[in-house]
Each structure stands twice: as structure tokens, then as C-alpha cells.
């Protein structure tokens, strides 16, 4: 009998407890695969749609809400500004770029952001099919947006009134499709882009007299501005002048995005320390079961000796024996952690939020070589008793 049939046979004798060991190690590494896969495609995701963006312009409320909503369009914006803001911070020296978003409206989940052309360009949106808005109600779809809903160049869609489904349908103000953008990896993928105007005549309809309209017109709001410095010396200044205004509030990105890891990894660490009491208890489970299946093959390893075994050959068998049950549990674990990783993948899909893979990467490398440490570990005492073993004294007692 070789001797990958020899470790199988015995750990087949006590299959209870042989579940236990690699299912407690199977379980702390799904949940660091957990971790890894997910924390890392998030903040990556995030530092990447926050990029290039040094500052944002809202209405008074939260910063974190501004930020949330207008960078990743995961929250319900503070509220809105004037659109006199835009010129405002235009006509600044210390400011390089202004991107206006105004939000309100979405299509099956999918936010609709009146904008500029700018915020296509700030992302390196490229289109795949037709062209960008040349006119009100007019609209781009991004890759994801257009791959769920399916439209393309040419069709018409009616808006929902709100950020999520269920709103009233704007049935008198269609937008039509006029380009569809190929994928960039950020939040772009997810939004349908428009001019500002579509997202003002969609709320306002057709005035039916000249003052009517400078009424309306007077009364247009954005609501956020997205701000990129001329230089380094604006963000000293630039927002206490933002933040003097009564209505208007800056939010750093950079900064709201450091809270915000500050409280998510409060989780994240739970998490992990969650998978270290797993794995620490894996290494006794993997130390109890290797210990006792020497003891129960003490007489079969004294005749192994007796016909030449060595003591390197009895020491290799536990170590392969240690060894296969990591490499069983690696494999359960990194399954667990993927099917995790693709549930929550679903539910931020669903959610019309960040984009999540379920995939293996070269960082989980490190996680296969926590588990064969532990293994070792586990081992290292059983082989070398084995090893150390009076194969006279042994045989004696039967």
C-alpha cells in the first residue's frame, strides 16, 4: 500500500473527527477569503471613483451623504444648491474644474445624472455605440446600465421620480438613447448621463408663457458640484469659502473616504479576529487528531520500521497527512469564501451599487501558506514521536 493510501485509510477511521479539523480550518479561510476579496475590490472601487475629484460642493447636511451620493451614487443627496454655484466657484482662481450633477430621477435602479459632457471625460468614458446628448432629453447609457435594461442607440425610456424604483413615471418627458459607453471600471458603468437641461424639463415641463419660464429658470438647482483644484493651495482656502456661504458645504472626499474605513474596518478586523480564533482552534483540532491517530498506529508503525521503514519515511507520513487535510480544507475554504463573495455580489448588483467578482486572485496565495504553516504546526510533535519511536518496546506491548 503506498502512502497516500495508507494517510487516507486512517484518517477514514475517525471521519467525526477528521471533519471537525478541516472544517474549523475550512472556515477561517473562507471567511479571510471573504475579507480579502471583498474589502479589497471595495476600497480599490472607491479610491478609484473618488479620483481626480478634490472636493464637493452640496447643499448643508452630512459630508459623508454628499460624498456618498454624489461620487458613488449610493445615498440621497443632502439637498440642492443654486445653479448661480457653479459660475461662482468657475470664476475662483484656486479652482481648475467644476463638474455639475443633478440627481433626482432613476430608470429600473439606475440613477439618471444631469451633468457635462466633463464627467464622461473625468472618468475616460469611451462610447461603444452612438454618440453623446447633442440636446435636451437626450441620454448615455453606461455599460452596465445598458447591459440590464437593454437599450440601446435609438430607444426611449420614461425617468422615475427618486433614486430607487417605484417613484412616478415621467410619461411626458422621454429620453432617448443616444450613446451607449463601453466599460471603465467605475461608477460611470452604472449611471444613465444626461444634460442638466433633461433633468430640469423633466421636472418643470413646457412653461406656457416667457415669465414662466424666467420664473423657472431663476429657480433651477443642481445638486452637487464636483470640484478638482488648480492647485495645492486651494484646499486651505476653497472650502472655508464654500463653507462661509449659508447654503453651501464642502466635503473632502479624501477625508470622508478615511471615516469612512475608520468605521467599516471596526467590521473588517472583527472579521479577521473572527477567522484567527478559527484557525487557532483548527491547529489544536488538526494536533488532537494527528496525536491520536499515532497513538492508535503505534504497532502498524513499529512494523513499518521493522520492514525498513525509516524514520524519515514515518516522519514524511504524518507531515503528507497534516498536509492533505490542509489542502482539503484550503480547497472548502476558498469555495466557502467565494460563494460568499458572489451573494454579496448579487445583493450589491441588485442594488445598483459597487461591482463585486467572485474569482480567485494572486493575494490569497499567502492565505494557502498560512494553512500549510498550520499544518506543520499541528504536525511537528506527532512525527516527531514517530520518529523517535522504540520499535522493540512498542512491538513488546503489542
Do not use: C
Not at 131 to 160: D, I, R
Amino acid at each position: 500500500m503506498n502512502a497516500g493510501r495508507l494517510v487516507v485509510a486512517q484518517l477514514l477511521r475517525k471521519p467525526l473527527q477528521t471533519a471537525l479539523a478541516v472544517g474549523l480550518l475550512a472556515l477561517g479561510i473562507g471567511t479571510l477569503v471573504f475579507v480579502v476579496l471583498v474589502q479589497g475590490q471595495l476600497s480599490r472601487q472607491m479610491t478609484r471613483d473618488a479620483q481626480g475629484i478634490d472636493l464637493v460642493v452640496g447643499a448643508k447636511g452630512s459630508p459623508l451623504q454628499l460624498i456618498l451620493s454624489a461620487v458613488y451614487h449610493i445615498d440621497i443627496p443632502t439637498g440642492n444648491i443654486a445653479v448661480a454655484a457653479i459660475d461662482q466657484l468657475r470664476a475662483n482662481r484656486l479652482i481648475a474644474q467644476v463638474i455639475p450633477v443633478s440627481l433626482g430621477d432613476s430608470f429600473r435602479g439606475f440613477r439618471i445624472v444631469g451633468t457635462e459632457p466633463a464627467l464622461i471625460e473625468h472618468y475616460r468614458g469611451r462610447l461603444a455605440a452612438g454618440a453623446l446628448w447633442t440636446a435636451p432629453m437626450q441620454a448615455v447609457l453606461g455599460s452596465e446600465a445598458a447591459l440590464a435594461t437593454g437599450l440601446t442607440v435609438g430607444s426611449t425610456f420614461a425617468g422615475t421620480h427618486g433614486l430607487a424604483d417605484g417613484g412616478a413615471v415621467h410619461e411626458d418627458s422621454k429620453y432617448s438613447v443616444a450613446g451607449v459607453l463601453m466599460p471603465t471600471g467605475t461608477v460611470l458603468d452604472r449611471l444613465v448621463i444626461t444634460d442638466k437641461a433633461s433633468v430640469w424639463r423633466a421636472h418643470e415641463g413646457e412653461p406656457t408663457s416667457a415669465d414662466e419660464r424666467a420664473i423657472l429658470e431663476a429657480e433651477r438647482e443642481v445638486t452637487a458640484l464636483l470640484v478638482r483644484y488648480a492647485s495645492p493651495l486651494a484646499a486651505a482656502i476653497v472650502p472655508r469659502q464654500v463653507n462661509a456661504e449659508s447654503r453651501l458645504m464642502a466635503a473632502a472626499p479624501a477625508s470622508e473616504l478615511a471615516r469612512l474605513f475608520a468605521v467599516v474596518g471596526v467590521g473588517i478586523n472583527t472579521m479577521r479576529v473572527f477567522a484567527a480564533v478559527l484557525i487557532a482552534s483548527s491547529l489544536l483540532a488538526l494536533f488532537v487528531t494527528l496525536y491520536n491517530a499515532l497513538e492508535e498506529r503505534r504497532y502498524d508503525i513499529a512494523i513499518m520500521r521493522l520492514l525498513g521503514a525509516s524514520r524519515g519515511r514515518i516522519v514524511g507520513l504524518m507531515l503528507f497527512e497534516a498536509w492533505l487535510l490542509a489542502l482539503v480544507a484550503v480547497i472548502a475554504g476558498v469555495l466557502i469564501g467565494l460563494v460568499a463573495v458572489a451573494i454579496v455580489a448579487n445583493w450589491l448588483t441588485q442594488a445598483r451599487a459597487f461591482t463585486v467578482t467572485a474569482h480567485v486572485t494572486p493575494e490569497l496565495l499567502w492565505i494557502g501558506i498560512v494553512a500549510l504553516l498550520i499544518a506543520t504546526m499541528a504536525a511537528l510533535l506527532p512525527a516527531w514521536r514517530a520518529g523517535r519511536m522504540d520499535v522493540a518496546q512498542t512491538l513488546a506491548k503489542g
